[in-house]
């Protein structure tokens, strides 16, 4: 019923808290097929935990989520097929540093969608391509810069064909220079039209890419536009505040 | 010899009544068998070094000839040949004799005391023993014991000829000799047909003791009271074989009770993580409690409790089982601590692709935990196999035990010394297998940025580049790891950490 009028993610006044901290105090998003749509906010405002909350790694106190046609916060919905098809990509990567990067991307293929190892490493080896590391395959988590290491969960959460792409804040553990290898990949993967729900503090990227911005702050969306309205014209004296800050 | 014979003729005189008395009853008999007047009971040598009726070639041994005197007969002297290649120990003479007249006594204690040979002889009738005038002469041919007055029917002759060395190569050898009563006939017997004595060739170890023994500076070394009591070299050279059987079973201790030790502490670190709190609480005080008791009592308790239950199993299989069930408490804290130090992160990436949590357990937290503990794991390994010692106050058969009984023999404590260096032998290349272990698994876990297929892997802590939040977590995940295990390091009775 909201694959109708496109809507892939739909959130409705979501709460969370954690004992007495209340992170998110009633948050509504449609997010489009298609649609990039980027969070911004200082630290502590929520944006990483509304982010959690869509694939259920963090249970929602109150409110419902919806993606495609089901409705992710039922009890009854099978948790993990929900994750297959959401990919999600973690300011730290959290490659599993036993495995070498082809098999880091490998391993979900084969145990989650029960692909062929001939399948899986195929499509292991397309995806670690196009995040421009083919000649990187083999190497070990540990022998990967940080920029590399990112982009090997990239692939591996692209390998799965998820519908929506979540990035919490992707490139904030990077070194500067390290940064912009990881900003071209997703750059090129909203062009090549995935759903995307970006946390970031890069404005620049936010500024070419996203189709949407979204201003977080104390667990609420105070502010939300096209990124030229929020970054050039913002309305509230809380975005202005922290543009002032960041920019 | 005046003596001799003089002794002779009075016996012949007082004898001759008699004689003629029983002449007649004794008659059918002497006929059937004239040249029986002796028997020859037995022949045996002994030594130290092998039990039962072997002999080792090469060592001085005392030889032992037990005969019978038989009817309405008196022996004088008895010759005993010595067989070909056997030798007594005369030093620079040609032969040996005793200086005075009287027999000594038999004893089983300065067997082997004097460095030349002797005889000694020992004359009984049933159960009493008659005090003899005997003089004995010995040379290379042959031993020759005489007696003051002669012995009478019935008596028994035992003649120890002391200090002979047989050839050191396996053979067996019987004794020959002759014997002369006092009509002045002389008549030989032969035990060939009894028992012969078995001469073995010295083993290796035994070669070497003994050249050993020989060398100044071995008895330089010797010469000082400390060097002597922890490091013999004869001791060291012999105890290193004796001592291999008990190596083996000290590390059939181990070997067979740390992997029975895996699977409950495994069990067990499952429960301390249980959602249920009962079965936390039930791990928690198995942990606590094996932890918080020295390893001897529980050894103690199991050991000797058992057979008043009646439960009678045997010594070593038990030791296996104390060791496995001691040994599972500690492992199962490092078990935990290895499972619980996996970054947060890894289960929420897993989760995230859509693995489940068995999918999560076997393909990503386990094997990193596997990696992770294999130092901790190692270390409780060596713990336990140098423990395995304290089940020797039971009476477990192990490397301690053996030691114990050489050095109740050896008076010196080299025995142990070599026990420490079978110990060591394990324990050593273990040591540095882990340090070795560590070393690759922070190489593998984020310190270097190499290519791989290059062997040599530089450690690259501090530096700025890339390294991530969870480099420090893991550093801290094995100290945590390790420290799991340093609460037995510092002795089992500490065991409050980690409740």
Known sequence: ?247 | MTMRTQGALVRLVRSTLLFAMVLALLLPMIAASPAEALTVDSVTARSNQIGGNEVMGGRPVRVTWIGTVGPSESIESVVINLPDGVSPLLGDDASRRSEKLGGQPVSQDDQGSDQYSRVDVQVTSGSNRIEEDVTWVIDNERATVTFGKPVETGHKIQISVVNLVFPDADASYALTGSYTDDTGATRTFDSRAMQPIKVVARPPVEKLTDWLSDQPWVQQWNSFPVCQTFFKPQTAVSSVPALFVGWLRSLGLVLLGFPLAIPIGLAFSFLRMSKLAVLRFIASIYVNVIRGTPLFLQIYIIIFGLPMLGVNVDNYLLGIFVLAFNSSAYLAEIFRAGIQSIHKGQFEASASLGMNGAQTMFSVIIPQTVRRIIPTATSEFILLYKDTSLLAAVGVMELMMFSKSIVATSIDMTPYVVAAGYYLLVTLPLTKIIAAFEKKLAAAEGHTDEPPGKKKKRARRGSSGDSTAEDSHQENALQAAASAVGARGTGHAAGGEGS
């Open chain 1, 1 to 247: 019923m909201t694959e109708s009028n496109g809507v892939v993610i739909r959130i409705e006044d979501l709460h969370k808290s954690f004992g007495a901290l209340d992170v998110l105090r009633g948050v509504d998003l449609n997010v489009a097929r298609g649609e990039v749509v980027v969070i911004l906010g200082p630290s502590g405002s929520g944006k990483s935990t509304l982010l959690r909350c869509v694939n259920l790694l963090e249970k929602p106190t109150a409110g419902d989520i919806w993606f495609e046609d089901t409705r992710v916060t039922d009890p009854a919905t099978d948790v993990n097929k929900i994750r297959e098809q959401v990919g999600m990509v973690f300011q730290s990567f959290n490659l599993f540093p036993h495995l070498s990067a082809k098999h880091n991307v490998m391993l979900a293929q084969r145990k989650v969608l029960k692909r062929t190892k001939e399948q899986a490493e195929r499509i292991a080896l397309e995806h670690l391509g196009k995040v421009g590391l083919a000649d990187r395959v083999d190497y070990m988590p540990a022998q990967l810069s940080g920029g590399q290491q990112q982009r090997v969960a990239i692939a591996r959460a692209l390998a799965m064909d998820p519908h929506v792409m979540l990035f919490d804040e992707a490139t904030s553990a990077l070194d500067p220079e390290l940064v912009r290898g990881v900003l071209d990949v997703m750059r090129a993967l909203a062009q090549a039209g995935m759903t995307m729900i970006v946390v970031t503090h890069e404005m620049g990227f936010a500024r070419d890419v996203a189709d949407r911005a979204i201003f977080m702050d104390e667990g609420a969306i105070v502010e939300e536009g096209t990124p030229e309205q929020l970054f050039d014209d913002p309305q509230h004296e809380r975005t202005k505040d922290f543009l002032g800050h960041i920019i």
